[in-house]
């Protein structure tokens, strides 16, 4: 939905099947491959949160447009309040990342406020058998269907103030604060079969390349 953008999930395979060209209408996209991966069971918290007094409030996403300048596809939305307010324009790079380890996807998100916001992106963690730090700010755990699932999350330049860390056993974060009008952070998902002794040095060094 165009007033409630969330990535439910990932697909490998096939893109998609238009049975209906008429005109700018026709039937729904039918979504092809199969689902790699699925976020918080296919229903997803909100991605971005600002900072209130007494609680964090949830930020909607609304679709403004899609664009693929230079064969690099980005996203762009607005971050909403619970009033229709927007807070933060995002522009979203999403990419594959493969690695040696296992493949996965990467979104670079670039978010500006429309002001002085504590904004925030909030990742929640997928649950798990064992949870392990990765790197500075990363996890990977153990899923119950024996797989292993790595996040990392890299703040990768702000503007105007600071940025803080986020980091609990059930989420990933980095929020904007003291004045910081513009951030940078690439989010990392990688899907593995098995997580080796030298597991942490050696995905580090290839999402470096």
Same mark, same amino acid.
């Given at each position: +939905? ?31 491959? +199969? ?5 918080? #069971? ?10 209130? @007094? ?25 971050? &909403? *309040?619970? %009033? %229709?307010?927007?807070?933060? $324009? =995002?522009?979203?790079?999403? !990419? =594959? ?23 925030? &992106? ?24 024996? &797989?292993?699932? @790595? ?5 990768? %330049?702000?503007?105007? #103030?600071? @940025? !803080? ?5 059930? $989420?990933?974060?980095?929020? &904007? /604060? ?5 951030? *940078?952070?690439?989010?990392?998902? =990688? ?10 040095? /050696? ?7």
């Amino acid at each position: +939905r165009a007033d409630d953008l969330r990535l439910l999930g990932v697909r490998a395979g096939d893109f998609v099947r238009r049975s209906d060209w008429t005109g700018r209408g026709g039937t729904p996209l039918e979504p092809l491959g +199969r689902v790699v991966w699925l976020a918080q #069971g296919g229903d997803p918290a909100p991605l971005l949160q600002r900072r209130l @007094a007494y609680r964090d409030e949830p930020l909607q996403a609304r679709l403004r447009a899609t664009r693929t300048p230079a064969g690099r596809p980005s996203i762009d939305w607005d971050a &909403l *309040s619970e %009033s %229709s307010e927007i807070i933060a $324009h =995002v522009r979203e790079f999403p !990419r =594959v990342v493969v690695t040696s380890l296992g493949t996965g996807f990467a979104r670079e998100l670039v978010i500006v406020t429309t002001g002085d916001r504590h904004v925030s &992106l909030q990742q929640p963690m997928p649950a798990g058998k064992t949870q392990t730090s990765v790197g500075r700010h990363g996890r990977v755990i153990l899923r119950e269907d024996g &797989l292993y699932e @790595a996040w990392l999350l890299q703040l990768d %330049s702000v503007t105007g #103030g600071e @940025a !803080r860390e986020l980091a609990s056993p059930e $989420h990933l974060g980095i929020e &904007l /604060q003291h004045g910081a009008t513009a951030a *940078s952070i690439t989010l990392t998902t =990688v899907l593995m079969a098995q997580w080796p002794e030298d597991g942490e040095a /050696q995905l580090l060094a290839e999402l470096k390349r």
